[in-house]
């Protein structure tokens, strides 16, 4: 059986308030709180990228795994906001950790489920018998237009997965994967800010994939809800991922231990990734945790995951997802904010 | 910097790559040829576990041209848990803030950009612990 042998995590200290965003553009905060059921989200340092978060997840995964790097034998990258057009993210992170040189690196994009992708990819290969351990990252530091609905939940955050066969955390009993074409966000070469379809990117576009994966996987293991102890699926804001857990008949207290967004944000392709992290922190061995990733364009990648008895005995040897949420928070005001993410146009450009 | 120097650096910029005198013990960040302590020229490679605390420390108010978006930031001279010095940012704090004796960690961040076009360089930066 091939499954996770560490997983870490990694945010930024930084924070912005949903109430600071709205109040630049004359907006109603309360509302936009309701709405997205999100207080603030996460922003990276200027001298933050995809690359420096996925190294920190990446170290953090090594400590509970305690195993030799150089026995990676693939690193797989997801994110929309790779730094370098032409450049690997990976094999920076796979130098950073002590991996290199023999290790397969690719970096991904699907949207939002380009984490989730890496992971199937790595697990594949341990299946497959190609590789000993292959590690799999989501990580993000996205942008939405300034005044667009999307800048008050574009958040920066990484999570990062090592699969192996022996000393597991967590077996992997299940994956499934859905997809269609649909044009619910997209982003053009040279544009700086993603484009959405409004109300599109609801019914046909995120809750159609989740949906559709997380019944498909169910039904692919003959399994229920009541044989999870927790859920957690991609979280473009505080309520998309309780309305969808609710509706596949999920509880509360099925769903909120990898609810992250209502103090993170959207992390992109390190949303479910890091909401999963956040549930290994607390679960129980033989614990199932059904985790179903969403990107647009559309499509979600589900995994059914099985606590194992060694969970509990290396959890403590990196920071906790919470903690790493909730502790030594700096927040901002707007204009740092957006000199932090580059959102001023200079008349010096250095 | 140069693309080439940096390149050559990633072990101690990216690893945090030590040497460690097989005959004394004694930790050189960035490893050297021969021991200062004991002569010794065997050392084997170590990577600092990165945390530390601040030796002593300046605030940069007027800096070189490529870090003047970043004023007024903290520049620490560190001690390593290890035994060994290196001088670092101080980063995610108030740079009022930092304080002699104060305990911090490394984190992995981008250390510069060679302007608009050019490569990021990436390193170790300090925050608090
Ligand atoms: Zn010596």
Redesign the interface.
């Known amino acids: 059986m091939a499954g996770i042998v560490g997983y870490g995590a990694y945010v930024p200290?930084?924070r912005i308030t949903v109430e600071e965003i709205a109040k630049i553009w004359s907006a109603d905060a309360p509302s936009y709180k309701r709405g997205l059921q999100l207080r603030q989200k996460s922003v990276p340092?200027?001298?933050?990228?995809t690359?420096?978060m996925s190294?920190?997840a990446a170290?953090n995964a090594l400590k509970r795994a305690q195993i030799d790097p150089m026995k990676i034998g693939a690193l797989y990258i997801g994110s929309e906001s790779h730094?370098?057009a032409v450049k690997p993210s990976g094999t920076?992170v796979a130098?950073?950790?002590?991996a290199t040189p023999e290790v397969h690196c690719a970096d991904l994009e699907f949207a939002c489920k380009a984490g989730s992708e890496g992971m199937f990819v790595a697990l594949g290969l341990v299946r497959a018998g190609l590789i000993e351990y292959g590690m799999g990252i989501g990580a993000d530091t996205s942008q939405g237009a300034p005044g667009d609905a999307l800048e008050y939940s574009a958040a920066a955050g990484a999570a990062a997965f090592i699969f192996g066969k022996d000393n597991l955390v967590a077996e992997v009993e299940e994956t499934y994967s859905y997809m269609t074409d649909t044009p619910d966000f997209w982003r053009r070469e040279y544009q700086f800010y993603p484009e959405h379809a409004g109300r599109f990117t609801g019914e046909p576009a995120y809750f159609k994939h989740v949906l559709g994966c997380a019944k498909g996987i169910m039904k692919k293991a003959g399994a229920t809800p009541k044989d999870f102890a927790y859920i957690v699926c991609h979280q473009p804001n505080g309520k998309f991922p309780q309305r969808v857990g609710k509706m596949l008949g999920f509880s509360k207290k099925q769903i909120e231990p990898g609810w992250l967004a209502p103090t993170l944000g959207n992390t992109y392709s390190g949303s479910s990734p890091m909401g999963l992290s956040a549930i290994l922190d607390i679960a129980k061995p033989g614990d199932r945790i059904l985790m179903v990733s969403y990107g647009s364009g559309a499509g979600s990648d589900g995994f059914i995951f099985k606590a194992t008895d060694r969970l509990p005995e290396v959890r403590d040897l990196a920071p906790k997802t919470r903690e790493l949420l909730d502790n030594?928070q700096?927040y901002l005001e707007y204009g740092t904010y957006a000199?932090f993410r580059g959102k001023i146009r200079r008349a010096r450009?250095? | 910097m140069s693309s080439p120097k940096f390149w050559r650096e990633?072990p101690q910029r990216?690893?945090m790559e030590a040497g460690k005198c097989s005959k004394c013990g004694k930790v050189f960040f960035p490893p050297r040829l021969v021991c200062s302590s004991c002569k010794g020229q065997d050392f084997e490679t170590i990577?600092l576990a990165g945390t530390g605390r601040v030796a002593t420390y300046t605030v940069i108010r007027v800096s070189a041209?490529?870090f003047?978006?970043?004023v007024p930031f903290a520049v620490g001279v560190i001690d390593m848990d290890e035994g060994v010095r290196l001088t670092s940012q101080i980063?995610?704090?108030d740079p009022e803030s930092v304080k002699t004796g104060m305990p911090v960690k490394i984190?992995?961040?981008?250390?510069q950009?060679e302007?608009?076009a050019g490569i990021?360089c990436?390193g170790y930066?300090c925050?608090?612990a």
């Open positions: 200290r930084h340092a200027p001298d933050q990228d690359v420096t190294v920190e170290r730094p370098y920076t130098e950073a950790i002590g030594n700096i000199k450009e250095l | 990633i990216y690893r990577r041209t490529q003047a978006d970043e980063v995610d704090c984190e992995f961040r981008k250390v950009e302007g608009k990021l990436y930066k925050v608090p």
